[in-house]
């Protein structure tokens, strides 16, 4: 009986996280998300996060609830340059779902780097960790932690979390595929921050500060003393992990600003004459909408062959060319072409380009062919 309950939980938090306005900012969701799943599964403290799905770092938004300013950049030292257990890479590979750090470390949670340099010192114990994510791609995490002396999630909590999973994924994946308003008001010129060997920041160009003012839900740096940028700092960690040898995607990372713009930062670990790792150059540019054709395939679940079709589309064939040029019927082709104007809530070829290609772009027609989804 227990279990038909759990399930029916899971299910009323879903239709309630499915009701939320998927066009309200990324941070709202992301705090009514954890609010809603705190009704069930309470605790004291979360870091709720979203993601770069092509890199897992960071991407702009968070809501963050008794963790102060000051344990953010080592939180996510702990993430990606000292990866420790339960991390987002890990919970990803694993299929996402949610874990304790309790079980994980067979009853000993100071075997964990974060549990000793962060919660302990908080007044921080249990932790529950899972990923926002689909098969096609993991858009944030959940870390919800309760306070010492609490007792540990309980295994009809994990399947709570891990049923509302699909519909936080949803809304971000929503959130993901929203038109970008126009580049103009970006700067022109090179935005540049310069990140020291220890992780604070050294100078920044003025379009440098500008653009990190607008991430929004973000530590804003606006010297060399303050806290460092909390996606900076974890870029800065994932570049400089890069360059010790170890594997991991780019250090780099795509956020949509407050005003709806989004800009891509990257991240590189310069060596000093001798060959030691030295300080980490940050630049910020505009996203061109070319770059964002992945994440829009993936934020639709278009299929294998949808994404061809897409490309085809995209480059200007008609539906007959395509029909001789994959082999298939035309009633099949416009049966597919039905289906991606449905999933993408279009209605025309001029849509689907302005939601895929800047002008100047009009002949590149492999934008989403690394994307994987099916």
């Not at 395509?322 to 019927?329: H, M, N, R, T, V």
């Not at 035309?330 to 689907?352: F, N, Q, W, Y």
Request: glycine share 8%.
């Amino acid at each position: 009986m227990r279990v038909v309950n759990t399930i029916r939980e899971a299910e009323g938090l879903s239709r309630r996280l499915r009701d939320l306005d998927a066009e309200m900012p990324v941070v709202s969701i992301l705090q009514q998300s954890a609010n809603i799943i705190g009704t069930v599964v309470p605790f004291d403290a979360c870091a709720v996060t979203s993601t770069d799905p092509s890199s897992l770092l960071p991407a702009g938004a968070a809501y963050i609830r008794m963790f102060p300013a000051e344990s953010c950049g080592p939180y996510w030292d702990k993430e990606y340059l000292e990866p420790d257990v339960m991390s987002i890479a890990g919970l990803h590979e694993g299929g996402g779902a949610p874990q304790t750090l309790h079980r994980v470390t067979a009853g000993r949670p100071d075997r964990s780097s974060r549990h000793r340099e962060i919660l302990s010192g908080l007044g921080l114990d249990a932790q529950l960790r899972s990923t926002i994510s689909t098969t096609a791609g993991c858009y944030g995490l959940v870390d919800l932690v309760r306070g010492e002396g609490e007792p540990d999630f309980t295994d009809d909590e994990l399947v709570v979390v891990d049923l509302v999973r699909p519909a936080m994924a949803d809304l971000l994946r929503t959130a993901l595929a929203r038109p970008q308003v126009g580049v103009d008001g970006l700067p022109t010129s090179s935005a540049v921050v310069i990140i020291g060997e220890g992780g604070d920041i050294l100078s920044m160009t003025p379009q440098a500060k500008e653009l990190i003012s607008l991430i929004p839900e973000a530590v804003n740096t606006s010297d060399s003393s303050a806290f460092l940028n909390a996606i900076v700092h974890a870029i800065w960690a994932r570049a400089r992990f890069l360059a010790g040898g170890f594997d991991a995607p780019e250090a780099s990372t795509r956020v949509a600003l407050l005003d709806g713009q989004r800009v891509t930062l990257r991240g590189t670990c310069t060596r000093t004459p001798d060959g030691r790792m030295g300080h980490t150059v940050l630049t910020i540019e505009p996203t061109r909408t070319s770059e964002l054709g992945p994440l829009v395939v993936a934020a639709h679940e278009l299929t294998t062959r949808e994404e061809e079709i897409v490309s085809l589309l995209l480059r200007g064939d008609s539906a007959q060319q395509i029909s001789s040029g994959l082999e298939i019927s035309i009633h099949t082709v416009r049966t597919h072409i039905r289906s991606i104007h449905d999933k993408m809530g279009i209605s025309s070829r001029a849509e689907l380009t302005r939601l895929f290609i800047d002008e100047e772009f009009l002949p590149n027609v492999d934008l989403i062919a690394t994307s994987g989804a099916h």
